[in-house]
């Protein structure tokens, strides 16, 4: 399983919309095998959660996240992790021995049943020039 944690410094970056760069742990039997560290600079929130998919990321452990970028990571069947603050690695040693966030379930999963919910709440009709 591969495991996704944006940075900021060498901790886990406050909002993962704005991170720099992004940590991709590789998770085997209980141990991490492998990390690779990438730069985010060029990359939108489109990009990001295509660049990951790419990658294998099958969950992403981050601070804040904005709805859209959650509904990108879902959409490619990555679970979110979201509201996670402290050091990256002692983050990742949390998940991988199952004691982060004192729970093994993601925030956000990806569901074979996802609706987008569509423009509620937004203005749909011509604005009149009085």
Do not use: W
């Amino acid at each position: 399983m591969k495991v996704a944690i944006p940075q900021f410094d060498n901790r886990v970056s406050p909002h993962f919309d704005c991170a720099s760069k992004i940590l991709i742990a590789t998770v085997e039997a209980g141990k991490v095998v492998s990390r690779e560290l990438y730069s985010l600079i060029d990359l939108n929130v489109l990009r990001r959660s295509t660049f990951l998919q790419k990658q294998g990321v099958e969950a992403v452990i981050c601070g804040a996240i904005s709805n859209f970028s959650v509904r990108l990571l879902l959409r490619n069947g990555i679970q979110v992790y979201a509201m996670i603050a402290g050091d990256a690695e002692q983050v990742l040693d949390q998940f991988v021995s199952g004691t982060l966030h004192s729970s093994a379930d993601p925030v956000f999963q990806p569901q074979n049943n996802f609706r987008h919910p569509g423009r509620m709440g937004r203005c749909r009709g011509r604005r009149k020039n009085l």
